[in-house]
């Protein structure tokens, strides 16, 4: 917690070593400060600075907080003792010798030497052990409370001083942050990294609870010590300053004017539970999506409403869903700033209503924006319902209703006249709501089913899906629209996992399934031979091959063909575009209803099949299931030097979390999961799943397209339907890229004439298209970073993207304009498709972009089949770079180069107007200068 003195001044941080690409360009470092229960990493990783209280971090989360290059400062209070933290083993009561009330801690003598080796000893050394090598030195001046001016004080900064020293000299190259301290800069300046202090400008009063201005002789005073360490000793001087939680355009303002002070600003709430703004303002990337466990099927959050349907467009917006049950314990920090907003799709009222009531009115109250769909799982006649100015109607009357209005939300894939079934609706208490339909009943009465307001979007069935056939749904809001409107989404880069280098991306994969099956052909081959003969060695783009351990393996079902199957399957596996995968051992049919111990075979399904598949003796193991299928696929069937990469999940490919822990263990990617089957027969984007499926600290990754089970109705027929994956990539194509390309299959499509000639003809038509083909692991690595990535906006109009490694392409809205190529840093091209404006990026973690109103007229990257592996911008006119592709032959296209000198050895060049086309017939990577004079 935060220690005020009793003239208000809270002591914070100051920087003066810089490690980062942002330090190192000689700009000054940005700073956050964080000390709430569960730390949004993926935000404040973004900083170059955190200071963190690290009793509240999770194991792991500081390392997850440096990963980008960025320091962890742990907060230490000096001159007191935090009431929440235990007494201190064998201190003397009589070295705390005051109280702060506004904290309600106890105020320390710093000249006793109990006091310093507790200090040392209790707090410090624990943190040093736990891998903090920086500190931030809290309640320094808290000894004026009982020693302000005089020998007293003289005595208390001299051991202040002296305790400085001895960290340095316990703790060799510990960074020390220091609060205010200025009666001691003199003495320590060389031993410290920079000074802090808060209220320069907006304030909070501990005593009254109220945000106010600061007066200008406060903040002359203030603004003068701040120079004198910045000029004098050259630390950097951070100010921080409070403003209310839902005043986010305050916090802006603030933050700007600190700025040009020349000084580094945080700007956030008096508890420090809030991600605030400084000289970067981090977008919110996620979405809280509240969903009721006791709902859904064996309380899996992938048969809910939000994950099934929402979740897509969220994605597609560029926000990852993170789910909790809305009946357990609730965040108790400001939301505000950490998530785009909250989302809530129940289907009844909640167990828990009257503590989610009040705690949503907490949150929204504080700024934070919801989206309630369905049910608000709580009654809106309460505080809730007048915050949001809504009124619930009955209808006693259902019959005879009619729409008398609805905007263009509405009837987003099909807007029925009427429907037999109403959860209610409400109507406005107050202006500033807007509402999107209105119904009347036979009465008159009339009422909104559809609204939106300052505080975000509510909707009642059935007016946000509709029931088509007994299988079909179909999207009545426009969930897009919805979103946006309701959350108040900002226009910003958009991170997108579908496309990189101006190319769609292009993986395919291969589940074990039926390769001990024959197909109906001449001699009855083995699948695996039909396919090695008709696929893998036609198809040569990169495959991720799986098998299924206990169909062929020696413990397995088949032992007798395994002297026939193993060696098929390292012939596959050794094709140098092949990446081996494990389908691991009994194929789970449903993850959920398999616990370790389990006898193989022995539980039914719904459909009256096996869990799992009957091996011999088998009691299920998640560690058998992928640790040892992977050991026996790398021991026995992998080409030395070539293990496993990837795990690609079995039936409903719904693993706990173990399971991907497992993986994560062993270093392999994981795919597999989602139902994404769009046809131009059904074609809702209810049918388009999401990409990933949280499970606790881990993500699963969804295959884009489902595989051809579906298209054939599990192989009873038309054995020819997987042509029609064709109509699933063109509808994820346009008007919005939603998903890459995914050729996903099983062995099965090798049994039969009809199934193998639908295969070939989807692959036939990917290679038509524009792609970037990538091995399995490699995309599951790309929508995975895609959830953490990195977005801020720099007070200087920029664009800072942190950790861009895997995920390398924004989506550029058009009203953001183009990519200023002259001013931005390790932004590689852009390209206008009808699906959008994609901008690529180097690839090498960190990327600046600046905006411009006009296209690029300097050389740049248009399009590309391959991934930039080397990059460099000398000037905008000078470019030097390599690209690699993965096992297919390289082709790059470069814009904006007329009359530029192009050298790219081993390329056919191929000019059309100002751009140039290098095609690489056999190399697969290829390095590229451009120069274009002066």
């Not at 907060?75 to 009431?83: H, I, R």
């Not at 200090?119 to 302000?148: K, N």
């Not at 197909?519 to 008709?534: K, S, W």
Request: charged share 20%; aromatic share 10%.
């Amino acid at each position: 917690m935060i220690r005020w003195l009793e003239v208000g001044a809270l002591c914070f941080l100051v920087l003066l070593s810089c490690t980062t690409a942002v330090a190192r360009e000689g700009t000054r470092p940005s700073v956050a400060f964080y000390y709430g229960n569960e730390a949004p990493v993926e935000l404040l990783d973004q900083f170059d600075w955190i200071v963190v209280e690290a009793a509240n971090l999770q194991a792991g989360q500081r390392q997850a907080l440096e990963r980008h290059g960025g320091q962890a400062f742990a907060y230490v209070s000096v001159g007191e003792l935090d009431p929440w933290r235990p007494y201190p083993e064998g201190l003397p009561e009589s070295v705390l010798v005051d109280h702060n009330p506004d904290w309600d801690s106890r105020i320390a003598d710093l000249t006793r030497p109990e006091w310093q080796r507790y200090l040392v000893e209790q707090r410090i050394s624990p943190l040093w052990e736990a891998g903090y090598r920086a500190l931030f030195l809290d309640t320094l001046d808290s000894y004026q409370r009982f020693a302000p001016e005089g020998d007293e004080a003289a005595a208390q900064q001299r051991a202040l001083v002296a305790l400085i020293g001895d960290i340095q000299q316990r703790f060799p190259g510990m960074k020390l942050l220091l609060n205010r301290g200025f009666e001691v800069l003199d003495q320590v300046h060389g031993q410290i990294v920079g000074v802090a202090a808060e209220s320069l400008h907006h304030r909070w009063h501990p005593s009254s609870g109220i945000y106010g201005p600061v007066d200008a002789a406060d903040r002359q005073w203030l603004g003068d010590q701040l120079a004198r360490a910045r000029d004098q000793y050259g630390l950097p001087a951070i100010a921080i300053d409070y403003v209310p939680a839902a005043d986010r355009e305050l916090a802006r303002d603030i933050a700007r004017r600190i700025a040009d002070d020349g000084f580094i600003p945080w700007v956030s709430v008096p508890m420090l539970d809030q991600v605030g703004v400084g000289l970067i303002e981090p977008i919110p990337r996620r979405v809280l999506v509240l969903y009721d466990k006791s709902e859904t099927e064996a309380g899996e959050l992938a048969y809910g409403n939000a994950h099934r349907y929402l979740a897509m467009p969220l994605e597609y917006l560029g926000y990852g869903a993170e789910y909790l049950d809305a009946n357990g314990p609730l965040p108790s920090d400001v939301l505000h700033g950490r998530y785009a907003g909250v989302v809530s799709w129940f289907s009844a009222p909640l167990a828990n209503a009257p503590a989610y009531s009040d705690w949503l009115l907490g949150q929204l109250e504080n700024g934070l924006k919801a989206v309630i769909l369905g049910d608000p799982g709580v009654t809106l006649s309460s505080p809730l319902g007048e915050f949001m100015g809504l009124r619930s109607v009955s209808l006693p009357d259902q019959r005879n209703l009619e729409i008398v209005a609805h905007d263009a939300l509405m009837g987003f894939e099909g807007m029925p006249d009427r429907s037999g079934f109403f959860e209610g609706g409400y109507a406005p208490t107050r202006a500033g709501l807007t509402t999107h339909l209105t119904l009347r009943d036979a009465k008159g009465t009339e009422f909104n089913p559809v609204i939106t307001g300052p505080w975000g979007g509510i909707a009642t069935a059935p007016w946000i899906l509709q029931q088509a056939t007994e299988f079909q749904l179909r999207w009545i809001l426009d969930p897009f629209a919805f979103l946006e409107r309701s959350l108040d989404l900002p226009v910003v880069p958009v991170p997108d996992p579908t496309t990189e280098n101006g190319a769609r991306y292009w993986i395919t994969q291969i589940d074990g399934d039926a390769f001990v099956s024959q197909g109906d052909f001449p001699g009855a081959p083995y699948t695996g031979e039909v396919m090695l003969d008709e696929i893998l060695s036609r198809y040569r783009v990169p495959t991720t091959v799986s098998i299924i351990e206990g169909e062929i393996g020696p413990t397995g079902l088949y032992p007798h063909l395994r002297s026939r199957l193993e060696p098929l399957a390292r012939r596959i596996f050794s094709l140098p575009w092949v990446e081996v995968a494990t389908h691991t051992y009994s194929h789970p049919f449903e993850w959920e209803n398999l616990v370790d111990g389990d006898l193989a075979g022995q539980g039914q399904t719904r459909a009256g099949f096996n869990y799992n598949l009957p091996l011999p003796n088998y009691r299920f193991s998640l560690e058998r299931e992928i640790a040892g299928s992977t050991d026996y696929i790398n021991r026995h069937l992998a080409p030395p030097g070539k293990p496993v990469k990837v795990v690609l999940w079995t039936g409903n490919a719904l693993p706990p979390e173990e399971a991907l822990a497992i993986s994560e263990r062993l270093g392999l990617r994981n795919l597999n999961g989602g139902n994404t089957s769009i046809t131009r027969s059904f074609p809702s984007l209810t049918r388009v799943s999401s990409m990933l499926r949280p499970q606790g600290a881990y993500l699963q990754v969804y295959a884009p397209q489902i595989n051809e089970n579906v298209y054939t109705n599990d192989m009873l027929g038309p054995l020819w339907g997987y042509r029609r994956a064709v109509e699933t990539y063109q509808l994820t194509d346009q008007p919005r890229r939603l998903k890459p390309i995914d050729i996903y299959y099983h062995f099965y499509s090798a049994a039969s004439p009809a199934a193998l000639n639908a295969l070939k003809q989807v692959y036939d038509y990917v290679l038509t298209q524009e792609t970037l083909p990538l091995y399995t692991s490699t995309w599951s690595d790309i929508a995975t970073q895609w959830y953490d990535l990195g977005v801020a906006r720099r007070l200087d109009g920029g664009w800072q993207i942190r950790g861009a490694t895997q995920t390398r392409t924004l989506r550029l809205p058009s009203e953001l304009g183009w990519p200023d190529l002259s001013r931005s840093q390790d932004v590689a091209g852009v390209r206008e498709i009808p699906a959008g404006r994609y901008v690529a990026l180097s690839g090498q973690g960190d990327a600046l972009i600046y905006l411009t109103p006009r296209p690029p007229a300097t050389p740049h990257l248009a399009m590309a089949n391959g991934r930039i592996t080397e990059w460099q911008a000398h000037s905008p006119r000078l470019l030097s770079m390599r690209l690699a592709a993965e096992d297919i032959p390289l082709k790059v296209e470069l814009a904006a180069v007329a009359g530029c000198r192009v050298d790219a050895p081993g390329a056919r060049q191929e000019r059309r107007g100002d751009a140039l086309v290098l095609h690489y017939s056999d190399a697969q990577s290829g390095r590229i200068e451009v120069s274009c004079g002066q």
